[in-house]
């Protein structure tokens, strides 16, 4: 059974910082790209961030610059940092791996208040 199990979320002032964490079972992890997505209310979930098996990253021009990806295959675990945050950052970020089906994780709540 695939889980994905976010962690790291909550209340930050604007130009504040955040470390989401993912960790994975279910899946040989270091084998999988990976993908951090987030959902504003009211808007569509889009993608944020991707780190494929072999370490190659593709970020939203939105957060580049100001967002790293990356993932301890060690751990089963995905991260995102995110720097110099704004509050259109606010929104639910999920995890998510693309299998025999997509998976996705819970999600974790991150605000960002002016």
């Known amino acids: 059974q695939v889980q994905l199990v976010e962690s790291g979320g909550g209340l930050v002032q604007a130009g504040g910082s955040l470390r989401l964490s993912c960790a994975a079972s279910?899946?040989?992890?270091?084998?999988?790209?990976m993908d951090w997505y987030r959902q504003a209310p009211g808007k569509q979930r889009e993608l944020v961030a991707v780190?494929?098996?072999?370490?190659?990253?593709n970020y939203a021009d939105s957060v580049k610059g100001r967002f790293t990806i990356s993932r301890d295959n060690a751990k089963n675990t995905l991260y995102l940092q995110m720097n110099s945050l704004k509050p259109e950052d606010t929104a639910v970020y999920y995890c998510?791996?693309?299998?025999?089906?997509?998976?996705w994780g819970q999600g974790t709540q991150v605000t960002v208040s002016s």
């Open positions: 998510h791996t693309r299998g025999l089906f997509d998976y």
């Open positions: 279910g899946i040989i992890f270091s084998v999988s790209a």
């Open positions: 780190i494929t098996s072999g370490g190659r990253i």
